[in-house]
Nanobody, 127 residues
Framework: QVQLAESGGGSVQAGGSLRLSCAASTYTYNSNCLGWFRQAPGKEREGVATILTSSGRTYYADTVKGRFTISRDNVKNTVYLQMNSLKPEDTAMYYC????????????????????WGQGTQVTVSS
């Protein structure tokens, strides 16, 4: 059973910041890939950032490198996406995602590995 709950979306002006949170069940979180994806109206869903919860290893799409930071809290089973220097083109529904069942050897940076999704949280950046 997928248990991913996103929060933290909202509206902000260009250049501003937001922090998204994704709370996961223990089963989903432990030693697993967790990632953030986004989908803008009329566009395909795209990967934004990923993290392996056991090691903290991260991976970013080129479009957000240097502006977004993914992190995790192993006590709270929560993954965060700190978004700085936001641009209007960052406007999208943001989804937390994971790979289920959890298993070793999964490459977190391969977007197509992700098969389980949260409900999403909307981010709107105005110019």
């Amino acid at each position: 059973q997928v248990q991913l709950a996103e929060s933290g979306g909202g509206s902000v002006q260009a250049g501003g910041s937001l922090r998204l949170s994704c709370a996961a069940s223990t089963y989903t979180y432990n030693s697993n890939c967790l990632g953030w994806f986004r989908q803008a109206p009329g566009k395909e869903r795209e990967g934004v950032a990923t993290i392996l919860t056991s090691s903290g290893r991260t991976y970013y799409a080129d479009t957000v490198k240097g502006r977004f930071t993914i992190s995790r809290d192993n006590v709270k089973n929560t993954v965060y996406l700190q978004m700085n220097s936001l641009k209007p083109e960052d406007t999208a529904m943001y989804y937390c995602a994971t790979v289920l069942p959890p298993r070793g050897g999964v490459i977190c940076s391969v977007w197509s590995n992700y098969n389980s999704w949260g409900q999403g949280t909307q981010v709107t950046v105005s110019s």
